[in-house]
């Protein structure tokens, strides 16, 4: 399958899961997640309903696979994915209890400014150096997350199985997607990237969406 063909199956599966899990969502009941702020004593400042969140993520995903067969190009790439790790690990953190705004604008920022140093990995001469301080970056919020899904259980309690299998399912496509991005540098071949990316992102959006109207 060429590179362009596995944009336009993409571009079609998330757009179609878009529209049927929209459909889906208007005669379910939504899933809240709240967002606290200390300066307010606790007190929600927000909340963010899963099942829409996983909605408008499959939306953007499908938008830019349709950008990319159309117009083709590495930043677009490194934009989506980007944008698509940042909002799984913020989604993620809010199943696995962390509420307070600080430290979820913190995880998703450590998550998307990661991507950058794997950019320059991709196009400088820098050697190893880019990869691995992006991945002593892009690791410390899954390690915030550990932390939420340990806790719990040393408290007395645990995280529920559907919070924990999607956990553990986006922390392995997570670190698929760095595993193939290395590969590509080392062997060279931009269009292992190209693809990588594409499929892992499709799954990945897919699955964390799927989860959270059957699961959740």
């Given at each position: ?42 007190d929600t ?58 430290a979820l ?88 990237a190209e ?22």
């Amino acid at each position: 399958m060429t590179t362009r063909r596995l944009h336009v199956l993409a571009e079609v599966v998330l757009g179609a899961q878009a529209v049927a899990l929209a459909l889906l969502n208007a005669t379910t009941e939504p899933i809240r997640m709240p967002v606290t702020a200390g300066f307010l004593g606790g007190d929600t400042l927000a909340s963010v309903d899963l099942r829409v969140a996983t909605v408008v993520l499959l939306g953007f995903s499908a938008l830019c696979s349709a950008v990319a067969v159309r117009w083709p190009s590495r930043q677009l790439r490194w934009i989506e994915w980007s944008q698509v790790s940042a909002i799984i690990v913020f989604l993620v953190a809010q199943l696995n209890g962390v509420q307070d705004v600080a430290a979820l604008v913190a995880l998703y920022a450590l998550t998307a400014g990661a991507s950058l140093f794997l950019v320059s990995h991709e196009t400088s001469k820098e050697g190893t150096w880019p990869f691995v301080f992006g991945a002593a970056v892009g690791i410390v919020p899954w390690g915030v997350i550990a932390l939420y899904q340990v806790g719990p259980i040393i408290a007395g309690g645990e995280p529920t199985a559907a919070v924990r299998v999607i956990t553990l399912a986006m922390l392995v496509l997570a670190a698929a997607y760095w595993f193939v991005m290395r590969r590509a540098r080392v062997l060279e071949r931009p269009i292992l990237a190209e693809r990588g990316h594409t499929v892992i992102v499709l799954f990945g959006v897919s699955l964390l969406a799927s989860a959270t109207f059957l699961f959740v």
